[in-house]
């Protein structure tokens, strides 16, 4: 169910349109902030599961779904456009589930100092749906030209290296 379940919403907002009904409410932020603490960025079902959502709606149980998915979309929106301001990034390109999601995209973009930063991948012309084949494409092309994808000051590697191999069946190989 999520926060899509709170306050009696339904559990599954698809694109975004219970959080485009709510909004941002003061101190929800502050307190989903306080609850995720410094965990890592990348944040899972395994810290972050139906007991932990529960704990937190029951701190503000007459708040509805609506805004508290407005809100959450408030907060990863200003986690987000923090960092990325924070490193000077001109174009940050948001990709995947929460791309398709208009509420959230509007509160990354809105919570940016930068005016234009951010751009969906269906905007840079790659499709949300064919944007993993694209990069599993482009890693094939350039392990073939044997072009090393490391770099020491990204993975610390000091010698840089080309990823994969290619395995042919014998059949082909003879």
Do not use: H
């Amino acid at each position: 169910w999520g926060l899509a379940g709170a306050g009696g919403g339904g559990g599954f907002d698809p694109a975004g349109a219970g959080g485009a009904r709510g909004g941002v409410v003061d101190g929800l932020v502050g307190l989903i902030e306080a609850a995720v603490g410094d965990s890592p960025r990348t944040l899972g079902r395994e810290q972050f599961g139906q007991a932990w959502v529960d704990g937190l709606i029951a701190k503000r149980p007459e708040v509805g779904a609506g805004d508290w998915l407005a809100s959450a979309a408030g907060y990863v929106g200003q986690k987000l456009a923090g960092t990325i301001d924070g490193y000077g990034v001109e174009r940050a390109v948001l990709a995947g589930g929460g791309s398709l999601n208009p509420a959230l995209v509007a509160q990354i973009a809105g919570s940016s100092g930068q005016a234009g930063v951010w751009m969906t991948s269906e905007a840079a012309g790659i499709a949300g749906e064919a944007r993993e084949a694209a990069c599993f494409a482009v890693l094939g092309a350039l392990s073939a030209d044997g072009v090393p994808i490391t770099l020491e000051g990204v993975t610390g590697a000091q010698n840089p290296g080309v990823a994969g191999s290619w395995a042919w069946p014998s059949s082909i190989t003879g």
